[in-house]
């Protein structure tokens, strides 16, 4: 996209992505592991309403683990109107449901609205409450909807940067293309020629080593083995592997039967 | 579920959930920090392999925030092989991609094969690396399958306790049914005849007033005044609120008038 303004990271053009609004946080170590989170998804607009120890703040740098251009990117506010006033929606991070009539989201419901939003030319923003308490029922009300992660209800305090990563992850998959499930790996599968004449060899060896007995289990002996090797999915250099360690115990047979 | 050994969180019997296996962790902060993801996400077994600094570590317990349960039932032992001996299907959390032929899942892919492995009657578990260097090569050949979380290519590297919670994010997930998107609060929904007669009454104030004007952008105007109270999806209270602003802003106008 020509003309926008690119981080460094080539990820994101801002605008592109949500802000993450940190209001009060208290401890620049959450500060600097919410940046590190940020970054990992791909977010890079940080603000900050009034964070208690000031700003900078050095704490926040030693734990962003090189996230510096999230940090020193960061913006300054000094109430959640100000931070906000930009958006044209915002969703409130709570832990607990509100005696206020709000859309809720899980984070995946979220980010499918953010996308929503972004998409049709908004900007948009995430806001997160302070370590102890969270949101205050009037910073929340200043939202657009509630966003709540369902986790174990016997135990479902998160940490700051912890919630913003899961928010943040689930913005990174919502764009994501890879698939649920591959096959890693430099893969040439083996074709069923192959596969074919490995199968046939072994079992002729077996078949001369004894093993293929009792006639009347034979066949399920046979289709049995086919299936172990055909649920591995060999690779063209599996087979090959499998031909020699076949050629090595046929080897060794033969060596131990001489020397008997 | 009678018999099973249900924890103290009522929420998960062992056997039930993946265990967590941490291979030669280096920081208690991330093993304390990795209990917390656990017991956040309904994961309660915790395994150790040779952690760094002895166990049981009192680092590890003043940053689990009261998932002490966790970390008391942790299992300490030698080597992977013995940490796994005991499951069925076993995965490795790996950050790059690995010169290895292996299924490959997301952690969204990855809970699905986890809870397909549980629900027939197998035991899973999850391996994460130490914090630099991750799992060796040959630590993630004993894996069934890899587990990669997609990240910003160019910031990808996630701290310890913040991949366990991607996975336990994706377990806990992939079990719970909060809808993606609701409406929280105490809700009554106004019924279309109570917002009928505000909507009359409103038009009627507006009309008397002098508001719906010129004539032939009325039907305009009216629909529009609709369509913003009907996106509001207003409640039974709502329209309470709503009759009080209009008879307070009539009374208002009747105040000034007479002042004129």
């Given at each position: 996209m020509a003309g926008t303004d690119r981080s460094r990271s080539g990820e994101v053009a801002?605008?592109?992505?949500?802000?993450?609004?940190?209001?009060?946080?208290?401890?620049?170590?959450?500060?600097?592991?919410?940046?590190?989170?940020?970054?990992?998804c791909g977010l890079l607009e940080l603000r900050l309403v009034k964070p208690r120890d000031g700003w900078p703040n050095p704490t926040a740098e030693a734990m962003a683990s090189g996230a510096i251009e999230?940090?020193?990117?960061?913006?300054?506010?000094?109430?959640?109107?100000?931070?906000?006033?930009d958006l044209d929606f915002v969703l409130a991070t709570t832990a607990r449901s509100r005696d206020q009539v709000k859309d809720a989201y899980?984070?995946?419901?979220?980010?499918?609205?953010?996308?929503?939003?972004?998409?049709a030319g908004g900007r948009a923003g995430i806001l997160f409450g302070p370590e102890r308490a969270g949101l205050l029922n009037d910073d929340v009300a200043l939202a657009d909807a509630i966003v709540h992660v369902p986790l174990n209800p016997a135990f479902a305090s998160l940490n700051l940067a912890?919630?913003?990563?899961?928010?943040?992850?689930?913005?990174?998959?919502?764009g994501d293309e890879t698939p649920d499930e591959t096959l890693v790996g430099t893969v040439i599968p083996a074709s069923h020629e192959e596969r074919e004449f490995f199968f046939t060899r072994l079992e002729r060896e077996l078949e001369e080593a004894g093993f293929l007995f009792p006639p009347h289990l034979v066949p399920t002996i046979r289709r049995n083995?086919?299936?172990?090797?055909?649920?591995?999915?060999?690779?063209?250099?599996?087979?090959?592997?499998?031909?020699?360690?076949?050629?090595?115990?046929?080897?060794?047979?033969?060596?131990?039967?001489?020397?008997?």
């Open positions: 801002a605008g592109e992505a949500p802000a993450i609004i940190l209001v009060n946080p208290q401890l620049g170590e959450n500060i600097g592991a919410t940046a590190r989170a940020m970054l990992n999230v940090l020193e990117g960061a913006k300054l506010y000094d109430t959640i109107q100000e931070a906000i006033g899980t984070p995946k419901g979220a980010v499918a609205k953010l996308r929503w939003h972004i998409a912890q919630a913003v990563l899961i928010l943040g992850y689930e913005w990174f998959q919502s083995l086919r299936n172990m090797f055909t649920r591995a999915r060999l690779t063209d250099q599996d087979v090959r592997t499998l031909h020699g360690v076949v050629t090595a115990l046929v080897k060794k047979q033969g060596k131990r039967s001489s020397k008997d």
